[in-house]
């Protein structure tokens, strides 16, 4: 891909963790068809279901679904999800790669080490959005994201299944927005409409 | 995080005064090392690290550790170890002398796996196992064969999803905060320091698991590793990657079939 075309890309990172599978699979259901973005998904979770996210979510998109292998090609309009006990990471503007070092908050994939990664990556094409969940991970990463010049989602501790992580990242950093979960997909496509 | 500039220092220094050529490992991962080394040995800024690396050789050890990742667990991806287990093994058990490499092993968990299927399909015995790490310090303790006790519950799990079906602690004994494992498994492990980027092949082998050290190379790099493994293996020999990692860009796919059941294992066809 052209340079210039890639420097228009948008980058769409989501974290969640207990309590976020619901809103990830409404979110990837209202997304536009071609958001001009890649999205990439960080979610706790078990090693032996791994394909069964997969399917949820593509029975709920058109865009493909990829779940990362080592040094991947980052293509536009498509839906990747960290590998479970893998931390993922943008190696090049093109390329993903692949850790299986230390856990970060008792964590592989940690939502922290890819948004670290993708802000340092991305810097101000970047919407992070973080969701509910039970553990630390992420606030970090939004932080990040923020200084980074990227725009910031946190879903509503409140309104969360599990309020514990975006109350994290909200006692840590200042974020753009504040939402329950069913105004995410709305800011999203004004955000993603402005190119 | 480190920049790029500052990493390059520091990766020149590694190479031209003492031999480790990080130059061609993948960055994203690399740069984090570099960050967690200086957080771990608490150092104010990167320069101090620089200055450390260039006046105290006996430094060096501690840094290539760091740098390189040393995760592993015994029986990982049991799904993979039953395949091992299932369609790998009966192929070796033709051979008089069965010569297994675990290219890039760390500590050693997965060596032991390996040593306890083998033992339990009567294989052991006619086996040499070679166990090769880049880190001088991690290979020390597979001849010592000792697990934290904390992840053998998990172990235990992985052992019997692989199809396992011995008691698993008659393959240890607990000793305070340690699993010591039977060193009649490691009665025929070689284990030796070998560095993938520079050091050439050794042995032919029937098998060579190499799981999750890829990861960490550049594509130069790990076709550069492939090769070394294609020229080490035997026809008809297994080669073993982690559950991320392809052969499929890779120049000697060609050579290989992938088993049927999309386990990462491939066989050696010409």
Redo the contacts between chains.
């Keep these: 891909m052209a340079e210039n075309a890639l420097n228009q890309l948008r980058y769409l990172v989501i974290g969640g963790s207990a309590g976020s599978l619901e809103v990830i699979l409404d979110l990837v259901t209202h997304l536009p068809a071609l958001p001009h973005a890649v999205v990439i998904l960080v979610v706790h979770r078990k090693k032996d279901n791994d394909s069964i996210l997969v399917d949820l979510l593509s029975y709920r998109t058109k865009l493909p679904v990829r779940e990362?292998?080592?040094?991947e090609t980052i293509s536009p309009d498509t839906i990747y999800l960290a590998?479970p006990d893998?931390h993922l990471?943008?190696?090049?503007a093109d390329l993903f790669?692949?850790?299986?070092?230390?856990k970060v908050h008792f964590s592989r994939p940690s939502i922290d080490?890819t948004f670290?990664?993708v802000a340092?990556a991305f810097g101000d094409r970047v919407i992070g959005i973080l969701l509910s969940g039970a553990n630390a991970d992420g606030a970090v990463g939004m932080a990040k994201i923020r200084k980074a010049g990227g725009y910031t989602i946190v879903q509503d501790p409140a309104t969360a299944d599990v309020g514990y992580m975006p109350q994290q990242a909200l006692d840590l950093t200042p974020v753009d927005s504040i939402l329950p979960a069913a105004e995410i997909p709305g800011l999203l496509e004004k955000l993603l409409r402005i190119q | 995080m480190i920049q790029d500039e500052d990493l390059n220092l520091l990766l020149s220094e590694l190479s031209h005064r003492y031999g480790y050529d990080f130059t061609n490992y993948a960055r994203a991962s690399l740069k984090r090392r570099v960050n967690r080394l200086l957080a771990v040995d608490r150092f104010a800024s990167f320069a101090e690290l620089l200055y450390k690396v260039k006046n105290d050789p006996d430094y060096l050890p501690h840094v290539v550790e760091q740098l390189t990742v040393n995760v592993t667990e015994m029986f990982r991806d049991p799904s993979l170890f039953r395949t091992l287990r299932e369609q790998v093994l009966p192929v070796l058990a033709t051979h008089p002398l069965i010569r297994v490499w675990h290219a890039g092993c760390s500590t050693g968990e997965e060596v032991y796996s390996l040593a306890i299927m083998l033992e339990e399909a009567n294989l052991l015995h006619k086996s040499l196992l070679y166990a090769t790490d880049i880190n001088p310090t991690v290979i020390e303790n597979i001849r010592r064969g000792m697990f934290p006790i904390g992840n053998i519950r998990q172990y235990t799990e992985n052992y019997l999803q692989s199809g396992g079906r011995k008691d698993f602690s008659s393959y240890y004994q607990a000793q305070y905060e340690w699993a010591k494992f039977d060193e009649r498994l490691r009665a025929n492990t070689i284990v030796a320091t070998h560095n993938l980027v520079s050091d050439r092949s050794f042995n032919e082998f029937q098998l060579i698991l190499c799981r999750n050290v890829l990861i960490y190379f550049d594509k130069e790099l790990q076709d550069k590793a492939l090769t070394l493994f294609d020229n080490s293996l035997e026809k008809l020999g297994f080669l073993v990657l982690g559950s991320k990692e392809n052969l499929r860009f890779s120049p000697i796919a060609a050579s290989y079939t992938q088993l049927e059941n999309k386990e990462k294992v491939w066989r050696k066809m010409r």
């Excluded at chain 1, 990362?68 to 040094?71: A, L, N, S």
């Excluded at chain 1, 990471?89 to 090049?92: A, D, G, K, M, P």
């Excluded at chain 1, 790669?97 to 230390?102: G, N, R, T, V």
């Design positions: 990362v292998e080592d040094k590998p893998y990471l943008i190696e090049r790669s692949l850790d299986i070092s230390e080490v670290e990664s340092e």
